[in-house]
């Protein structure tokens, strides 16, 4: 069992930076690939960005990539989300999710565990 706690998120002017952290229980979090995900209201949730349990592959959404970057540390069981150049379309809550294989997926269905989310607001 994996649980997962995201911080970080808040209210930013578009152009702005946040870094969202997601912090992990368990020993077995090095071997899991992490994602992150966002849902705006009246959207279903999509995919933004994973890593594999190695750091040596990451995938992003078009919609982010040259803005946002992933990244973890394994000795710490924490994945980190950093988020430049936000725009009001950024606008979500953005959840965390761990992938018990050795795949790096982008789709909702492949996680199987999920933080509670934590709010992205970005003013124009």
């Known amino acids: 069992q994996v649980q997962l706690v995201e911080s970080g998120g808040g209210l930013v002017q578009a152009g702005g930076s946040l870094r969202l952290s997601c912090a992990a229980s368990?020993?077995?979090?090095?071997?899991?690939?992490m994602g992150w995900f966002r849902q705006a209201p009246g959207k279903e949730r999509e995919f933004v960005a994973a890593i594999s349990w190695s750091r040596a592959i990451t995938y992003y959404a078009d919609s982010v990539k040259g803005r946002f970057f992933i990244s973890r540390d394994n000795a710490k069981n924490t994945v980190y989300l950093q988020m430049n150049s936000l725009k009001p379309e950024d606008t979500a809550v953005y959840y965390c999710a761990a992938e018990a294989s050795s795949r790096v997926g982008v789709f909702t269905y492949e996680y199987d565990y999920w933080g509670q989310g934590t709010q992205v607001t970005v003013s124009s």
């Open positions: 368990g020993r077995t979090f090095s071997s899991y690939a």
